[in-house]
């Protein structure tokens, strides 16, 4: 592995082929290798071989990394060779681990280890030059010339005191012996040598150098500080003796440029002052002492498992290793005395660039820097540290860092490191314990008379001069063990209550005390109790017979279990458990565990036998150490009521809340609502919030547990009688200011901040305004980038105000409000109960979604699994499904009646073979098992240390389990008996999840796949690139069988063929693209910088093929005519958008957009988008139509707004930064900015003289809510940042940022007191809108008046104020706050909807405008899936509103016996049984012409057809059905209609000819009724009438096709009835009856069907409570058409109460009717709603 885990230095030589094979076989642990001349272990097939201990097999070690020399470019000295020897120990799949560098010792040579086999040439040590030359011929220094001036060599004088990164192995020494050693750089670029030319500043005259490795030029530059600033002296080639003419000060640094061969290499410096100048002197010599072994490391960032502390101590090569390379940092003690540090220096096993040396009084700081350097340099702290020192690790060259040993010196005398309290040494181990009693003193008592762990003991007098049972701080631990006083626990003899809650964070408990003393133990404990394995309290104390401990008030609460856990390079392995009455009493030992493993949590069964203060005592420690990571407690608290629910009683009701609506991710929203490790984390913002129903219960107080330092400042608290967001726009009832702080870095103060707080609702916000049912909590002034929410409790009692006929409860949808008992067996819908910690952002909910792409995923660092309640379901089987990118290899499946057992599990399954079913994951046969209530799932042995669960399904009987489905095939489509979109939707879903999972894991296979470019690799590339190919043709295929004739389908699957044949290609030319650029990489080593370079050219080439080839390859299917359309429709946009021809179809319309103008016109597309978004915006605000509806149906479908339309960054605002410059007086001249990184393009300054604070323009703003108004600000600069660079400007691929000249914005003294700087107008394509400012310099005044007023909010910490200081590390970091615009008109546009409907409740005013109904409909058409559900519940809770008095009238008539209950259709007025729909009636004419699926050619199939109909006198308004006409790709000169689009223009011709008749017909028979029942008419009431309504649209006529009547025998249109309708409103039930019988005997025979929604109380149901009798009438009329031209008419017969209501239900059901859509392109329901609402107008939709 030495030639693979380079962690950036040069490879090894190269090997033969066979021998390279075996290095990529061996595994990745450290070789354990004796030294020179001594036996060696030998590993693998060589001999006799000893494996390494097993370790879990998830986890990798870091592997240690050989290093080679560098060969000098001569031959005189050919560099050693490292070669590897390797363990058994598997490596983990996927991640490389650390190797550590093999570096020399300070001032020792490297001894460098080698197994049996002959040592091999580095790979990529610095190459030599192709020329051998001899000893001889290397450069001479030159003599002086014949001169009178004499010059004496001083190189021994001159000492190297700085240097870039050195090779190791080469070190700067070399550059001082007389031999052909060398000095060499690690790097390229960047390198330099600083030179010391003593305390009085030698002059130096000339200067010379022997090359190892030569440059072109070296730059010589000088100063009096050795970090500078420098002054440019001279340059030249480092073998030319230059002259520096002795103007050099004390330093000299030398900085090497034009290197092309990978490295510098200085193998002698020659150094010359003029005969009888000053020689340099030296610093004072100084004797130093070692002292390493009396300075201990006391704290220090995660460890890498198997890498101890301890291992820096040890002469081995042995080293500590860090976990990561995030915060890498040690911090060591120097003793009680403070010992005054002069040198410190490391040996590396992972190096990095920069070691920062701070120091403090305290092991936790504040810390004060001393210096920094390289680590492996000798680094002076001169005795100016305090008791504490650490060192922050930065500029790492690897993921790592490796400390393989410390050397630290004090000047010879000074006094040495005391340890603490003669604390033992790390290695030193306690040999021998004595305990004594008093001379005929009772002994302890053997273990079998110590009482059992549960048993409470007596109270007893405690022995005088015996020692106590429970030490005092400091003291001595009772003896335990054989002889003791208590036998560990047995965890199998206990289980957790089923009741029983994570309680630590309940108010009530308490971290009260600890020994040591611990200055800030409230954050120390929220660190134990956060639940992440890196966060951590520690507590350190030598004496190894004192325990460590903390102690805890729990109040009231009683404690079920305790667990407790270590982190594992600081463990315990004894943990001892105390409690007692009183914080200062007795504490009697009640728990013990001995001998804890490391990285094992251990739960103690307390079962609340325990007094109000717990004791945790912890024994055992690493040297004397203990990092306590999990303390969680949990148990009950006492019950405020013994009856919950009981009206007058306060109880705890969270369980009875549900999440409505949040700011955050709705899925996430509900774990506030549940006791369990994961948390709501709200997007950055300036607000967040979420909306409650909390049903019928009035709020006594909510009680909030925050994550730590997430405590806002503010909370407002709302109320609402509805709830989505809009309703919420109103004052809040009541504020709640918070105890908090405002920066997220200040320890201290958050110390003092509580993590629970508790919000106490006062009764008025129900008396003033009577109860409401939903709340809103909205949270402010908070100051980390996520606020996140660990848990919200609800606490009050059952509401005794609200009236029966409140509008905020309908039994429905709530239930009737009381608190019954269900059974418990009764069936319900499985959900997760319990899981491990959720990364955030991938919430548990996703495994239910169908979609693979969303997942659940364990937080890192934690042992994933999730508990499911079956819910009383017969579960038969289960299918468990990863995501394939997170391999894993072992799955347990266990089942118990207890969700959160620790012993009650009993193990089903166990398969150890899912790395080889990632792509389809794992089913399983549960029916030969006992399966109980829960069942868990727990994964192991990850490839990539975290795991992400796609899907888990329970397959079995019933309604909410899920039901076996084979998988579709193609001869499923092909065999489809009519055109089924939701199947063929299906289908293309299923294979684009089969394709994702195999191209994702085509893309880990070759990614591990060894060696690049090899045969293996070779093959799962092409079969990487075949599987991305094939998604560009393989979905024509089902897509044709939806063609609507057989023609259209055929042409789709020769394209396909075409297609196919293209992607062939295609896939060669990637594969070939990335062959080509692995060989340059492999050419460029490793030279990262070309590798980055290469790697971006790749891949921008690779985008540009692949859009070349897309175009190329979807063009071979298009409509023929697609350009026509779309210059048609884009000549629409942009001279009449209020209309649009009718000449063509949706479709069509549809195909010209994404078939032609995508690929030829995308300036064009965005240019008409941009006009579009334009006027729906103008709509928006004027409350206008100023675009055809169908406009906006295409505005926001399949993502063409946010593609051509308004760009992800549209409408985020800019990052804003206000400073007040009062302080001058004077003027600014200029401003300038030094920006790492923006996605700005713009800077505008503008200026005021005031700061003008008005009240917060948003809606739901408090009166005493200001926000800064602008207005005033006069623009008086500007700098546009698109001329930049992009890279440059946003830091990437080595973009340096723009610098403080190039960003110099003149303002020529125009500013007044305040400035305002903003960066925006961000690009249109970034996706992150940020802002990296790390200085903002004023020109002409003085800088340090200006003061920061306002910005921004910033990020991580990294505040604005930052912007003024003149320092290299800080920096004002940002994001843009806010919504991008798409989102904010969705959100706007689902306000407005819900709105509308509620005017119809009473509490609203019970009405709407005709104005404000159509323009909802208007804004429906905006397709707009994300708020679609939450439009619906509101248009279902008031549909349900409205039905109110529809079932008082049912219940009336009910109760009155109406005629109307039993109406029916008598035989004898039936037409023939076989009339079932329009087909019967006119097949015997259009079957002439029809046939499934024909495509009609015009004009020999069609014109004949249309001289037919005119005849007959159908009135054709398009004779030559052009509006009907297509082509095809393949045969663009052949149009035809297809015969289903033929067969419905002739069922709407013979309609709108027969629709004046029935109407007629209909009005006759109401007089005719009126008159004989003695009644007025006219009525004198508009309402009471025949209602005619207009001939239905096709465009609804298809919906119903798609939705509906697609299984229907061809043409399906026919199976509409309702084409030609009317309704007839009738005053009351007895003149519906007499009607109804009046239309029976005119149209006798001829009645098909009748439906009586009033014979059955359930068929309301369907209607929300709209009912009518609906008669289907076999109509025909031989005045209009010949006899036999008949079809389907529908008269409805209502009643006038019914007819009211359905006036305003009209909108609402207009939403709700959309819910019944598919899984199709067309028929999901959102598209389905906005189809149905733009279907007005001309245009066929």
């Given at each position: ?25 061996t ?20 001999g ?21 020399k ?32 093999e ?16 040592a ?6 610095p ?13 001479e220094?030159?003599?002086p ?13 001159v ?22 050693d ?26 010379q ?6 440059c ?27 002259d ?77 290793c ?51 350097g ?24 690897s ?7 410390i ?17 033992p ?20 008592k053997?273990a ?7 048993e ?12 106590a ?18 036998a560990?626990?047995?965890?199998a ?38 639940g ?9 104390e ?12 729990v ?18 392995s ?36 325990h ?6 005592a ?7 150490t ?14 405020v ?71 806002p ?32 870095q200040?320890?201290?103060a ?14 008025s916000c ?35 105000r ?61 042992d ?23 391999t ?27 790395t080889?079913?990632?792509t ?8 030969k ?57 299906k ?9 994702i ?29 075949d ?8 979905y ?41 650029m ?8 490793e030279d ?48 009449n ?34 006009i ?6 103008q ?27 308004r ?56 009166d ?13 600069g500007?700098?546009d ?8 400007r ?118 709407i ?6 323009f ?10 994300r ?34 209950l ?19 009636c ?31 006198g ?44 029935f ?5 006759e ?18 309402d ?21 009547y ?22 009351d ?5 007499s ?77 709700t009717?959309?819910?019944d ?9 959102f ?15």
């Amino acid at each position: 592995m030495g030639q693979c885990l380079n962690n950036g230095q040069p490879n090894v030589a190269d090997k033969t082929q066979d021998e390279q094979q075996a290095a990529t076989q061996t595994k990745d642990t450290p070789n354990e290798s004796a030294t020179a001349g001594g036996d060696q272990k030998v590993y693998g097939d060589q001999g006799d071989t000893k494996k390494e201990p097993e370790t879990k097999p998830q986890e990798e070690t870091p592997a240690k990394q050989e290093e080679a020399k560098p060969a000098k470019q001569e031959e005189e000295k050919p560099a050693a060779a490292a070669t590897t020897t390797t363990t058994s120990k598997p490596a983990k799949p996927q991640e490389e681990t650390p190797a550590k560098q093999e570096e020399a010792k300070p001032a020792a040579a490297a001894t460098t280890t080698t197994t049996s086999k002959p040592a091999e040439e580095p790979k990529a040590t610095p190459s030599k030059t192709e020329e051998k030359k001899d000893e001889e011929a290397k450069p001479e220094p030159e003599e002086p010339a014949a001169a009178s001036v004499s010059y004496q060599d001083v190189s021994e004088h001159v000492r190297c005191v700085d240097s870039s990164k050195t090779y190791g192995g080469y070190p700067l020494e070399n550059m001082f012996t007389d031999s052909s050693d060398y000095w060499c750089s690690a790097e390229s670029t960047n390198v330099y040598l600083t030179f010391d030319c003593g305390t009085n500043a030698a002059k130096i005259a000339q200067w010379q150098m022997v090359m190892g490795y030569d440059c072109g030029k070296v730059t010589f530059s000088t100063s009096d500080s050795k970090s500078g600033p420098w002054k440019t002296l001279v340059s030249g080639k480092p073998t030319d003796n230059i002259d520096l003419g002795k103007k050099n000060q004390r330093y000299i640094r030398l900085e090497f440029d034009e290197v092309d061969s990978g490295y510098v290499g200085v193998q002698q410096v020659q150094v010359r002052i003029v005969e009888g100048d000053e020689a340099p002197k030296p610093e004072p010599t100084k004797s130093y002492q070692e002292v390493a072994d009396k300075v201990r490391c006391v704290d220090n960032s995660k460890t890498y498992d198997g890498y101890p502390l301890e291992n820096m101590y040890n002469d081995s090569s042995d080293y500590w290793c860090s976990e990561s390379g995030d915060d890498v940092f040690l911090t060591f003690d120097c003793g009680t005395n403070a010992a005054k540090i002069a040198q410190w220096q490391m040996v590396m096993g992972y190096d990095c660039n920069k070691v920062t040396f701070s120091t403090s009084d305290d092991k936790r700081g504040p810390w004060t820097t001393m210096t920094s350097g390289r680590p492996d340099q000798k680094i002076d702290l001169d005795g100016k540290n305090k008791r504490y020192i650490r060192l922050q690790f930065d500029e790492l060259q690897s993921s790592y860092v490796g400390v393989q040993q410390i050397f630290v010196r004090v000047l010879e005398g000074d006094e040495v490191p005391k340890p603490a309290d003669d604390a033992p040494a790390a290695d030193e181990k306690v040999q021998q314990i004595f305990v004594r009693v008093l001379e005929g003193d009772e002994v302890p008592k053997p273990a079998d008379d110590a009482p059992a762990a549960d048993e409470k003991k007596e109270a007893e007098p405690e022995p005088v001069a015996q020692e106590a049972e429970e030490p005092a701080a400091g003291g001595a631990a009772p003896a335990t063990g054989a002889g003791g006083d208590m036998a560990d626990e047995n965890e199998a003899d206990f289980d957790v209550a089923d009741d029983a809650e994570d309680i630590t964070l309940n108010e009530q408990l308490k971290c009260i005390d600890s020994y040591p003393k611990q200055d800030d133990l409230a954050t120390q404990a929220q660190a134990a109790h956060s639940g992440s394995a890196y966060e951590m309290m520690t507590l350190s104390e030598y004496e190894a017979t004192k325990d460590v401990w903390i102690k805890y008030d729990v109040g009231t609460l009683k404690i079920d279990t305790l667990e407790v856990g270590f982190y594992e390079a600081l463990h315990a392995s004894t943990v001892k458990i105390y409690t007692s009455k009183a914080e200062d009493g007795h504490y009697e030992l009640i728990k013990m565990k001995r001998n804890l493993p490391k990285k094992e949590e251990k739960t103690f069964f307390l079962k609340s036998k325990h007094e109000r203060y717990i004791k945790i005592a912890i024994a055992d420690r690493t040297s004397g150490t203990a990092s306590i990571n999990k303390v969680k407690f949990n148990g009950f608290e006492p019950k405020v009521s013994s009856a919950p629910g009981a009206v007058g009683g306060i109880v705890e009701f969270t369980s009875n809340v549900s999440v409505y609506q949040a700011s955050a991710k709705k899925e996430s929203a509900p774990n506030v609502l549940k006791n369990n490790a994961d948390v709501l984390a709200f997007e950055r913002g300036a607000t967040a919030w979420i909306i409650f129903d909390c049903m019928r219960y009035e709020l006594d107080r909510i009680v909030i547990t925050f994550e730590p330092k997430c405590v806002p400042m503010l909370v407002k608290f709302k109320m609402s009688d509805v709830a989505p967001r809009y309703s919420f726009n109103i004052p809040s009832s009541k504020k709640f200011n918070l105890d908090s702080c405002f920066k997220p870095q200040h320890d201290a103060a958050w110390n003092k901040v509580k993590q629970v707080q508790t919000l106490q609702i006062d009764e008025s916000c129900y008396t003033q305004d009577g109860f409401k049912r939903y709340i809103m909590l909205e949270f402010s002034k908070f100051y980390v980038d996520e606020l996140k929410v660990r848990r919200i409790q609800f606490f009050g009692q059952l509401s005794t105000r609200i009236p029966d006929d409140d509008e905020q409860f309908q039994v429905r949808f709530d239930g009737d409000g009381s608190e019954a008992k269900k059974d418990d067996s009764t069936p319900y819908k499985p959900d997760v109960v319990d899981n491990s910690p959720t990364q955030q952002g991938m919430p548990i909910a996703n495994i239910w979604k169908p979609e693979d792409h969303f997942f659940w995923m364990g937080q890192y660092g934690t042992d994933p699994y999730i508990t499911l309640d079956t819910g009383n379901n017969k579960v038969e089987s289960i299918l468990v499904k990863a995501y394939p990118s997170y391999t894993y290899k072992t799955l347990k499946i266990s089942t118990g009646d207890k969700p959160k057992s620790k012993n009650g599990w009993t193990l089903l399954v166990q398969d150890d073979e899912m790395t080889s079913k990632m792509t389809d994951g794992g089913t399983y046969d549960l029916t030969k098992y006992e399966v109980k209530k829960y069942i868990k799932l727990e994964f192991f042995e990850f490839g990539m240390q975290v795991f992400g669960l796609s899907s888990v399904k329970l397959y079995g009987p019933g309604e909410f389990l899920d039901h076996k489905e084979s998988k579709l095939s193609m001869e499923d489509i092909k065999n489809m008996k009519f055109k089924d979109q939701d199947l063929v939707q299906k289908y293309i879903d299923q294979m684009q999840k089969d394709h994702i999972a195999v191209i994702t894991q085509m893309a880990v296979q070759a990614s591990q796949a060894k060696p690049v470019l090899g045969d293996q690799w070779m093959d799962l590339k092409r079969k990487y690139y075949d599987a991305q190919g094939k998604m560009l043709w393989a979905y024509t295929e089902p897509y044709a069988y939806l063609a609507d004739t057989d023609y259209e389908r055929d042409q789709i699957l020769m394209a396909m063929q075409k297609q196919k044949e293209e992607c062939a290609q295609f896939t060669k030319e990637q594969l070939d693209n990335e062959v080509a650029m692995e060989k340059k990489l492999a050419k460029v080593g490793e030279d990262y910088k070309a590798q980055g370079e290469i790697r971006t050219q790749w891949s921008e080439e690779l985008q540009a093929h692949q859009k070349e080839w897309h175009k190329k390859i979807f063009s071979i299917w298009q409509d023929p005519k697609a350009k026509l359309i779309w210059q048609e429709w884009k000549n629409a946009v942009k001279t009449n958008p209020r209309q649009i021809s009718s000449a063509f179809t949706v479709a069509e319309y549809d195909n010209c957009i994404t078939q032609y103008a995508m690929r030829n016109d995308e300036d064009g597309l965005r240019e008409c988008f941009g006009i579009l978004a334009d006027l729906f915006d103008q709509s928006m605000e004027q409350e206008k139509e100023m675009l055809h509806k169908f406009f906006v149906y295409q505005l926001n479908s399949n993502y063409l707004y946010q593609t051509y339309a308004r760009s992800f960054s549209y409408g985020i605002p800019p990052v804003s930064i206000v400073v007040d410059a009062a302080s001058q007086k004077g003027k600014v001249d200029a401003i300038a900015f030094r920006v790492s990184a923006t996605q700005a393009q713009k800077i505008v300054i503008s200026t005021a003289d005031e700061l003008r604070e008005v009240k917060q323009q948003s809606e739901d703003a408090d009166d005493d809510e200001t926000e800064i108004d602008y207005s005033n600000f006069n623009i008086i600069g500007q700098l546009d940042l698109s001329k930049f660079d992009p890279k440059k400007r946003k830091g990437e691929d080595g973009g340096e940022g723009l610098s403080l000249d190039e960003t110099k914005v003149k303002i020529d003294r125009k500013n007044q007191r305040y400035i305002r700087v903003e960066f925006g107008d961000w690009e249109e394509k970034a996706n992150w809108c940020s802002l990296q400012c790390k200085r903002m310099k004023f020109f002409g005044t003085d800088q340090s008046g200006v003061k920061i007023v306002t910005a921004t909010k910033s990020t991580g910490g990294q505040d604005a104020e930052n912007v003024l200081k003149e320092d290299d590390y800080s920096m004002y970091y940002t994001y843009a706050i806010g919504k991008n615009h798409k989102e904010a008109i969705e959100d706007r546009i689902r306000d407005k909807v819900c709105e509308g409907v509620n005017y119809l409740r009473k509490s609203r005013g019970g009405k709407i405008s005709k104005h404000d109904k159509h323009f909802v409909k208007f804004l429906l058409c905006f397709q707009n899936e994300r708020n679609y559900a939450e439009m619906l519940y509101s248009a279902k809770l008031v549909m349900g509103l409205l039905r109110k008095p529809l079932d008082i009238e049912y219940k009336r008539l009910q109760d009155t016996n109406a005629g109307i209950l039993t109406l029916a259709l008598d035989p004898q007025y039936r037409c023939d049984k076989s009339f079932r729909s329009n087909h019967q009636c006119l097949e015997w004419d259009y079957n002439k012409w029809y046939k499934p699926r024909n495509a009609m050619f015009w004009p020999q199939d069609l014109k004949p057809l249309a001289d037919e109909w005119t005849k007959l006198g159908l009135n054709l308004t398009d004779p030559e059905f052009k509006q009907l006409r297509r082509t095809s790709s393949f045969e663009p000169d052949k149009s035809f209609v297809s015969s289903d689009d033929l067969a419905m223009e002739y069922l709407n011709l013979i309609a709108y000819k027969l629709d004046s008749g029935f109407q007629k017909a209909m009005k006759e028979l109401f007089k005719q009724n009126r008159e004989k029942m003695g009644r007025s008419y006219p009525t004198g009431n508009a309402d009471l009438d025949v209602q005619s309504g207009p001939v239905k649209t096709k465009a609804r006529q298809k919906i119903k096709v798609d939705l509906k009547y697609y299984v229907q025998p061809a043409p399906q249109c026919m199976a509409v009835l309702d084409i030609v309708r009317c309704g007839i409103v009738c005053e009351d039930s007895e003149e519906l009856c007499s009607l109804y019988q009046l239309i029976m005997e005119r149209f006798k025979g001829n009645i098909m069907r009748v439906k009586n929604a009033f014979d059955d109380i359930k068929k309301g149901d369907d209607s929300h409570g709209y009912r009518a009798v609906m008669i289907n009438i076999k109509f025909g009329d031989e005045s209009l058409l010949p006899k036999g031209y008949e079809m389907v008419c529908e008269a409805q017969l209502l009643l006038n109460a019914y007819y009211q209501v359905r006036k305003d239900m009209h909108l609402g059901y207009g939403i709700t009717r959309s819910e019944d859509g598919g899984q199709g392109k067309d028929t999901k329901p959102f598209v389905v709603l906005a189809r149905d609402c733009a279907k007005f107008g001309a245009l066929d939709i």
